[in-house]
């Protein structure tokens, strides 16, 4: 069965943002729908796409959708087309909004945020000149695929490891992350953005965090939400598998989304 | 010629520790010297190894006994043994000392001293009951080899990202580190490690330094002493190359040397 094979290649996705599996989500759910896949099976695969990923807010809306429409296949259909076509909607604003805000200088990121990914891209477009440092980001070492994406496209980066951006951070002009999940108690995003937003901030340096209204998850911070990160190494050697974690409101400057740039 | 190859790879060596290197140093100077080699090579190849390794202050040693006595071969080689017995003698009592002075509960190490692996493997025997929290330590990852050694001799090891580490640390009875040289500003260590240290210290969690008086380095702090990493990867990308950072003294709860436990 093909959308099993689908489901099951999403659910283990450590890698690709939630920006990626959410549009992978969307299509396999429309397309099972589209091939009468019932509606109890169509909840359970939304339900189990959201426990796999319990810190992506836009795979929670998914699955509410799902909820609500799974009896009607074609309400379904239209409603998660509608979801993704909104959220992409918002994302070209986003990333317009932020691309506009964007100070010169140097911009720190954690990790590898699609929207933080095309702001950049699009603020290089407009002519303003900027450095990215990028932390490797481990475990999973995304914030090292960013790096080489910004290259590609041309736009000056300078990849430092995880403990090395402390000092970095006191050059740079803003902190510039993406967001899993703006919850009710902060933005969840890959792990370690805490403790870098946390002396950001006591360093002077402001926190900016770009998503889209799909990012909004109306849920309180649970330990579920911590995720399960990728090995260090193979190895019979513990590890903490901590993927995400939570940095409180307080220490989040602003946010940017498709209406704009607002400071918190 | 033979020790040309040795120089070349003591000092291009960004992994042994510098216990190690210094072995290694003494070693090839000996043999030099008893081969007739002339007094301004000698002096030039200790040279040339500490300007490899400036934040190595054994090696910074080994340089001052190399430019004394490399004009009388056979005291310098007996000087050179007799400060390598030293270091050997040091370390051991040191080690003791440490193993004595070890707290049980979660300890947190950053990289890989050689001192202070020796120190759990000795608290171990003693059957003292700890946990160690190794950070990876990019760039170079030497935290993942010390856990790797950690886990063959049967102790209880959990590897943690650098950055998933400051959550660990508030877990931890002690952070305890080698020293690649203990200058006049602080302990010069692997990058990191002075973050490490600075939330520690703003947790109450007390910072120790394991080493001997041959870490002693008589100097202040400098821009070349940052070392140069390993690459985090190959591509043409900017990085990072600090290899060490120092930690100021004030942050530093004291060392353990040969003589015993020294609360600064």
Known sequence: MEWQKALRRICSDRKSSAFVLTKKSVRLLARMAKSGIGATKLVKVAEKIFNAHPAMASVWHIAQITHKLAGSPKNLISALEQFLADMEAHAKASISHASDWLPEGKILTHSFSSLVFQS?????????????????????????????????????????????SFVWLTQCQAMLIGADAWCEDGVVHKVGTRILALFSRQWGLPVWSIGTSEKRLPVRWSERMKGEAPLLVRDAISQDRTLYDLTDWELITGVIDEFGVHRL
């Open 120 to 164: 950049l891209i699009c603020a290089s477009q407009k002519e303003k000149r900027f450095e990215v440092i990028c932390t490797a980001s481990f475990p999973g070492g995304e914030g090292i695929l960013l790096a080489r994406e910004l290259v590609k496209a041309g736009i000056k980066v300078n990849l430092v490891s995880d403990l090395q």
